[in-house]
């Protein structure tokens, strides 16, 4: 299963972004998706998951500005940041986790760069 990362860039504090993250393969199934980031010099850390059955999960430094979501058709999640202040600078990476006919997967999209500056 392959990950494909799209719309980070720099942005101004307090302002807005969306990041998409569309999966391609074939005969898989998907049940989490979600995204991390890593910023310079720190570990990769968990940003917002969601389940198949639209459960979401945030890190407590987001919530109340980031809302993940995903479109099942397109088999896309999707990061909408609102409110961004300069420690959201990082790469954000996207994750899948399903099933293929060979067993459990967990993929990883390529990072996308993501820079709140003014």
């Known amino acids: 299963v392959q990950l494909q990362a799209s719309g980070g860039g720099l942005v101004q504090p307090g302002g807005s972004l969306r990041l998409s993250c569309a999966a391609s393969g074939s005969a898989f199934s998907v049940n989490a998706m979600g995204w991390y980031r890593q910023a310079p010099g720190k570990q990769r850390e968990l940003v917002a998951t969601?389940?198949?059955?639209?459960?979401?999960n945030y890190a407590d430094s987001v919530k109340g500005r980031f809302t993940i979501s995903r479109d099942n058709a397109k088999i896309t999640v999707y990061l909408l940041m609102n409110g961004v202040k300069p420690e959201d600078t990082a790469v954000y990476y996207c994750?899948?986790?399903?099933?293929?006919?060979?067993?459990?997967?967990?993929?990883w999209g390529q990072g996308t760069l993501v820079t709140v500056s003014s």
């Open positions: 994750n899948v986790e399903g099933f293929t006919s060979r067993g459990a997967f967990s993929s």
């Open positions: 969601i389940r198949s059955g639209g459960s979401t």
